[in-house]
Structures are given as structure tokens and as C-alpha cells.
């Protein structure tokens, strides 16, 4: 039965605490209040936001969206921007706040069934936060990374691309990763920022641009970045998880590679080929369609040809990158425009996956389910 | 034997009066002489730039390297960033004096052969440019597309991402779209500028970031500006080739059209899904791996099934996308850090062809040649 639930990685919540944070505040990020609607103002630049309600905060209300779409297990984590804009002494302790509010949230939160052979398994688990802002120490950092290892429902942490203020390929980060490695959380990298705006032009497109190109451009850059600084070969058992199915980094690889190969500044730094990187990676299945996801599970699947020493002539099969990719939902961001018994962004990323050739029966349960069990260590005997 | 030709749509020259013109500058674009060498100095931010010869504005070495690599035509391009940093005067008359000077670099050029059974296919053709610069006429502009049009072997145009400064969704470009599809001239979109430098941070990775990133998420950042704006709506019969695979268009194209499909701003703008228009366009074979050529195939193929009205559940075959995709080098850039017989980064490009899943054996002749013979009508009876 375990192979046949549907788990969701990629669903985020602002907790009552965050929300009311937000509510405090007078500049982006901020809830304001137009017209008896709340409304969320995150995105650089933005000026009316988007319309927010109690799916944003009430754990009911996501209860009630995973029964709607048959999801029976959701591991949940604060939506961007999380604390970027606190200080180091404010960050610090909302994040140890917020962990424990987390915690709260999945822990007294309803069992998926008695009737399996897993150990109890809960409907809801959490990504914790950890409170990346400039200047703060590293013990502060490292403090939330202890908290977050030891709280039973809490099975890693969410992160931007900032870092310290300097992004994620700064050494100053080397002790963090290194814990978080020792303490087998997963990181899941999510975008906020984007890309200067001033690539998207005079005219008004709603905030498609940002959301369709900023967000995938930036969590390539990060990757990128950390490929590129040799974080992957300093922690060779960090677990990434990267956001909207790696953004385009599946489709620059070989691009990278040979940027790479051709650039005497970088040409001898890493031990593997760029493309190596990429099986080391875990990415979501959040990508809306059908061929995105076979082509992503390729790009896994070949990455061990590119081990340094390997046969890069070894034909690869589609089917083996799909361990590695775990459905998401991206909720409760893309609302239909319109009232629908489902979700039109959550049928599309089910469609998606229910439909790549190359994926057995089991590769798709496993995609829908099975992988982030594993990859998360749910249900297993204690 | 015609179909057996190796065809090469993407290589740039800087015609000998473009590389005068570099060379008279003290300000980026330029071409400066450190220490007896040359160097070319184009990106923004960029130093020290590259090192430059001959490969990059001699005709004879541009053939040599043909031979080398068994490439029969080459459709030549200025290498960017073009006419952007003239004035608007300027722009002019450079634009037409160097669409003179390509006519002459191909006219004057080889044969292929005097044994096939195609008229005279000459060895270089060329893609023209136009004076796209701020407040410059539309009627210059559309001057420059008449030159070219009537030019016998500039068979279209090659342009960056900026328009008349506004970006390539200005509906002042309107009469210059019209005119350009009226002549069926092809649009070779290349990108200069990338992205806001403090994306890549403070570490030194050389040109990868602005390279291997930047360049595409550029291309990506027009093509999907293009298609917003509904120019592809306004003028079906357009015929855009974006370099490097089309950037990261394909891998965001679903996403993209859930995220027009889930803003109220634009969702009901286009006539069709998004990913109808990326049946539109043509896309160069530069993407230095097969599982991403496939994967181009993929999207290309399947964009018939987004028309309004259609069928979405019927089946694609890949082999069906391979029509609209056409080798390239980047020649001279990407040139090996030590001497070898054949630049890597061709032999990638060739080998990444070969490899393709699902390609048939015509298939990849037509990515090789074939394709780029019809799209520029190229040794056709007159």
C-alpha cells in the first residue's frame, strides 16, 4: 500500500505567526488589507500582490485541498521570502519559533491509516527554516540545524539562494552544509528573487515573467553556483532538493559542461564532468508536463556517465532518473481562476507524470509517492 | 548528395569594417591590444575580455576551419552586440555598409561543387543586419530589410534581444515584422546582454555564468516576451531562429503556460496555448548533448496538439520535431584550450546529432543540412 500514496514536497504554508509577522510590516514582503481582501506583496517590484486566505495559513484548509486530490502525505515549508528581511537577532529566534510552530503543525496533525504495515505514519511532515541572513553566526545557524535534526517531524529545511548575503557558493556556509550533511536533513532550494526586473520589459504580462522565467533562472543560478564553487565534491552526501524541477539546469547541462571545458579559470577545478552533478540532485516533478519530466529523468539518468573515469559511451534508460523526482503541487500558489471540483495546476502535474514514455507503472508510483518516502525516511520502523 | 551536406546556421564573423570599428572605441564594445595580442571585449562587466585573430574576421580562415570539419556551408552572422552602441546615424549607414560588405564576403566566396544536381550553392551565405537602435526611423529600418532582401545571398537577419530599446514586444516593431515576413527572411535571435551581473556573484568562474546562464536566460526572456506580446498571432508566417536550442525555452514552456494560464492578466490574451508557438520557430543544434536535442524534439513536436481546438491527448513522435532544428558551431567563439585536430565543441555539437534517440538516420541528415537547405532555400533552381 505504501507504493500507492501520493506525497506532496512541494506545498508551503505561512504559519499564523509568519502571517501575522507579514501583517506587522509596511514594506515588501507584507499583508495588506484592500477592499476587506488580504493580499500578499512578495515579489521585488510588485504592487497589488495577489489575493490571500485561510489556504495560506489553516491547517484545515490544507487538509481539506490534500482530500480534494487524493494526497495522502504533504511535507510542508514556509513560503518565500522566509526571514531574509530580519535581522540577524530577529531571524534567529523566529526561525527556532517557527520550527517549533512547525513541528506543532505536523505532530498534532491526523495519521495517514492504521491499517498499514509503516509504522504511524502522519499526513503532515515539515521543512524547518534556518535563519540565513547577513551577519548572523554560524552558531545560530548551526543551533536551528540541531533543532530541526531533532524534531520528529521536521525531515529538513527550506533555503533560499542568498545565503549570508553572498549566495550559496560563500565557504563561510561550509560548517552549515557540513551539518546538515552529518544530520541527513534534506535541503530543498527554492527561488524568491528572480532576476533583475528590468528583464522583463515595459509591458504588463501579470507576474507570468517572473514566476515562469525569474524563479526557474535563479534556482539554475544557485545550483550553478554550488556546482561551480565544489560543494558537491566537499559534501559528496548533501541532499538537495531543487524546486520546479531544477528550473532550466537540466536543459543548460551540457551547455555548462562545455562552458566549463572551454574557460581556462574553471577548466581544472571540479573532480567530474558538470553534468555529474545533476544525479546527485533531487528535483521535483513540478514542471507541468509531460516532457519536461521525461527529459529531467534522462538528465539524471546519465549523469553517471559523466563520473570522471566512467564510459561516457554507456547507453543510459530514461527510467533511471526517475528515482531521484517527487511529485509536488506548488500549493497553495496557482489557485484555478475559476471554482473546479480539482485543481487545474495539480491535475496538469499528475497528467504529467501519468504520461511520460519510458516510465514503467512502478516509476510513476514511485514519483508519486514511493521516492519521497524514501528520500524522507516516512513510515519506517523506528 | 545534396542531402548530405553539412550546413553550419550558427558562425560569426566581425567583417574587417566591424573590427575597425571596435578597434577605434575606448569604451565596451572594443578591441584593445595587450601585450602584442589582441582582445575582444564585449560583455557587460567583462575586463579582459578574450583573446582575438584572425579566425575572427578572415574569410580564408573561416573556410579553413570548414574543411577541418567537413562543414560545406556556413550562414554567416556578425557576432553581437551588432549595431547596439551607434547612433542612431551611425547604425544606418554602418548597417548597410556591412550588409554590403557580407554580400560581397559570400558572393565572391566558393562553390560547393559543380557536380550536384543543385543550382549554385555557394560555399557562405549571410544574415544581414538591421539598425536596431533607439529613436532611430522605422523607415531606416525597413530601408536595411529591402537591402537585404534584395541581396542574393543574405537570406535574413540576424538581431539581439533590445529592439528599438523597448524589447523585442514593441509593437513599433510591427511594420519591421511585417516587412521581414513579407520578404521571408529569417530572424536569427542571439542574445548579448544576459542577465543583471550581481546574479552571479563575487566568486571568479570566468565567462560560465554569463555564458553557459546568461545567454540563454536572455534568448529565453525574448522568445517568451514575443509570444506574449501576440506577435506570433499577428504574423503566423514569421520565421524565428533562436540560437543555443532556444535558450530555456522548451524546459519552461509548460510552466509558462500554466502561469499565463493562471493570471487573469493575460490568460485569455493569445489565441492559442503557449506552447502552440513554439511549433513556430526554428532552433539551432547548439546544445552540446542529445538527451537536450531530443528533448528540443520533444517540444517541437508536440506544439501541433497546444493549437486551439486541438486534440491535447493525441500522441507525438519526437522524430517529428527534428524539422525545425539545424546544426551550428558558434565558430570562432568556443575554440579549445589546447591545439586539437577538431574544436570539441563542434565534435560535441556533431556527436550530441548523432546520438539522438529517435532520430532516424534521415532525420539527422536533415539536422545536419538538409533542413537549413530549405529554410534558406538554399541551391534551388532559380
Known amino acids: ?16 505567526r509568519y502571517a501575522s509577522l507579514l501583517r506587522s510590516r509596511s514594506s515588501v514582503p507584507k499583508i495588506v488589507s484592500l477592499n476587506n481582501q488580504e493580499r500578499l506583496v512578495i515579489l521585488p517590484n510588485e504592487t497589488t500582490g495577489r489575493p490571500v486566505g485561510a489556504q495560506y495559513w489553516d491547517r484545515d484548509e490544507k487538509l481539506k485541498f490534500m482530500d480534494r486530490h487524493g494526497i495522502d502525505v504533504s511535507v510542508v515549508s514556509t513560503a518565500n521570502p522566509w526571514l531574509d528581511f530580519l535581522t540577524p537577532s530577529e531571524a534567529h529566534s523566529t526561525a527556532l519559533e517557527l520550527n517549533n510552530d512547525l513541528e506543532e503543525y505536523c505532530s498534532t496533525g491526523p495519521n495517514v491509516s492504521q491499517t498499514t504495515n509503516l ?11 534556518l535563519p540565513l541572513v547577513p551577519e548572523i553566526s554560524t552558531e545560530s545557524v548551526l543551533e536551528a540545524v540541531k533543532q530541526i535534526a531533532g524534531a520528529p517531524h521536521l525531515k529538513g529545511l527550506i533555503m533560499g539562494t542568498r545565503g549570508l548575503g553572498k549566495g550559496l557558493d560563500d565557504e563561510a556556509l561550509d560548517p552549515i552544509w557540513s551539518a546538515i550533511e552529518e544530520a ?14 528590468s528583464a522583463w520589459g515595459e509591458k504588463d504580462n501579470g507576474h507570468v515573467l517572473p514566476l515562469a522565467l525569474g524563479f526557474p533562472f535563479e534556482t539554475t543560478t544557485a545550483a550553478t553556483r554550488l556546482i561551480l564553487s565544489g560543494v558537491f565534491d566537499r559534501f559528496p552526501r548533501l541532499r538537495l532538493l531543487l524546486a520546479h524541477s531544477g528550473g532550466t539546469l537540466p536543459q543548460l547541462s551540457s551547455r555548462l559542461a562545455s562552458c566549463i571545458d572551454h574557460d581556462p579559470v574553471v577548466a581544472t577545478r571540479l573532480k567530474h564532468d558538470a553534468r555529474y552533478y545533476l544525479g546527485k540532485l ?8 509531460s516532457e519536461e519530466l521525461g527529459f529531467v529523468s534522462d538528465v539524471l539518468a546519465r549523469a553517471g556517465r559523466y563520473e570522471k573515469g566512467a564510459h561516457q559511451e554507456t547507453a543510459t534508460v530514461r527510467s533511471a532518473g526517475s528515482d ?16 473546479t471540483e480539482k ?40
Chains 1, 2 share one sequence.
Open 324 to 339: 531521484r523526482m517527487l511529485f509536488g503541487t506548488d500549493h497553495p500558489f496557482f489557485p484555478p481562476l475559476s471554482a
Open 343 to 382: 485543481w487545474r495546476s495539480v491535475v496538469e502535474n499528475l497528467d504529467a507524470i501519468e504520461n511520460v514514455q519510458g516510465w514503467s507503472a512502478a516509476d510513476k508510483d514511485a514519483v508519486r509517492g514511493g521516492n519521497a518516502l524514501s528520500l524522507f525516511k516516512l513510515g519506517s520502523k523506528a
Open 282 to 289: 533531487y528535483l521535483d516533478a513540478v514542471a507541468y508536463g
Open 184 to 197: 541527513e536533513l534534506v535541503v530543498f532550494l527554492h527561488p524568491h528573487y528572480g532576476v533583475d526586473s
Open 119 to 129: 509504522d504511524v505514519l502522519k499526513r503532515l511532515y515539515g521543512f524547518g527554516l
Open 1 to 16: 500500500m505504501a507504493s500507492k500514496l501520493l506525497v506532496d514536497v512541494h506545498t508551503h504554508v505561512y504559519l499564523p
